[in-house]
């Protein structure tokens, strides 16, 4: 991973705090945090952010600026997954909204689990 990737893996880390349910691995070449094994959030290579949202997150999270859908080599990721531009998470307060995004949408994931 590059310098601008490291340093969003940092800001996301401080972020996250000392949550105990977090874990860092490297994966895919994104430093991915996950919570109860699910992933959160990636930084990747140029900063960009990996954002891992419910369905209904993702409709609306591709039309926020510097959002996209992922791109991974040459295959296009699936609706819940958010490639969020450094440009658009400069500040901790945006990078903490997509944080919380993800979050959300892992925490429904898991309450669905729990039916």
Not at 48 to 68: I, K, M, Q
């Amino acid at each position: 991973m590059d310098a601008a990737g490291e340093e969003l893996a940092d800001r996301v880390r401080a972020l996250l705090g000392a949550d105990p349910s977090i874990e860092e691995r490297r994966m895919f070449g994104t430093r991915a945090f996950l919570d109860e094994g699910r992933i959160l959030v990636g930084a990747r290579k140029d900063g960009t952010l990996l954002v891992r949202v419910d369905e209904e997150n993702g409709a609306v999270a591709v039309t926020l600026p510097g959002a996209a859908r992922a791109v991974m080599g040459a295959r296009t990721m699936g609706s819940g997954w958010i490639d969020v531009a450094a440009s658009a998470i400069a500040d901790d307060a945006a990078l903490m909204t997509w944080i919380d995004m993800a979050r959300e949408s892992v925490g429904a994931t898991l309450a669905d689990d729990d039916d």
